[in-house]
């Protein structure tokens, strides 16, 4: 064989191998089955309503999936959609009003696209976080229902109930990705950080702004 052939040969090899690493590389969702489904479809989905995404029958881990693939300025589509909706509940004073406002309006395409944004905007949403619950009487249950999902206060219901009874059924433990994740959130079991599997950057927190990043305790 010669220098040549052995020359195209090992170059084959190689974009093979790497065909072969991104096709398997978890971008999406630690569930590779999941994370598969997105990539075949996320372009499909890639123009979806708040609404659509909420009533389409996936799983929240699949809903989640298609929102990190979603592009900067869908994702704020997305929450600011939830804003709206949060805008019409009677139940809410002035002052919950003016700070729902004062944190969707940081709520922008560069806190998606900007890692500095990024890092600005978990600090923020920190504070403004504490200070909702001192100063607005909120608990952390109506922090994550409000800010942290774009499910509405019915859709958050349907789901906390479902998942209450599969695990009871199951005696499953409970999954979870980061402090507030929705799957510990109704159980008030905070996450411990973990150096497992890391997607794409995002997902978790305030607007889906915080990497997922732990187990329940």
């Known amino acids: 064989m010669s220098t040549k052939q052995i020359f195209i040969r090992t170059v084959l090899v190689a974009m093979t191998l790497l065909t072969s690493c991104q096709k398997n590389e978890l971008l999406y969702s630690c569930d590779p089955k999941i994370n598969d489904w997105v990539i075949k479809t996320k372009s499909v989905y890639a123009d979806i309503s708040r609404d659509e995404l909420a009533k389409l029958n996936l799983s929240l881990g699949e809903q989640k999936g298609l ?41 922008t395409p560069d806190i998606y696209s900007s890692k500095e944004e990024r890092i600005k905007f978990v600090g923020f949403s920190e504070e403004w976080t504490y200070e909702v619950v001192d100063k607005l009487g909120w608990d952390f249950v109506d922090v994550y229902r409000y800010t942290h999902t774009w499910l509405t206060n019915e859709e958050f219901d349907r ?59």
Do not use: H
């Not at 994702?75 to 944190?103: A, P």
């Open 159 to 217: 789901w906390v109930e479902l998942q209450r009874t599969t695990l009871k059924s199951t005696n499953a433990e409970v999954p979870c990705e980061c402090y507030w994740d929705i799957s510990c959130i109704w159980s008030f079991n905070p996450c411990r950080k973990s150096s497992g599997c890391k997607v794409t950057d995002g997902g978790c927190g305030i607007a889906g702004n915080t990497d997922c990043t732990g187990t329940c305790l």
């Open 67 to 107: 929102f990190l693939s979603f592009s900067p300025e869908q994702k704020t589509k997305i929450y600011q959609s939830k804003y709206q909706y949060l805008m019409g509940l009677n139940t809410f004073s002035e002052m919950d009003k003016e700070y729902l406002t004062v944190l969707f309006k940081r709520i």
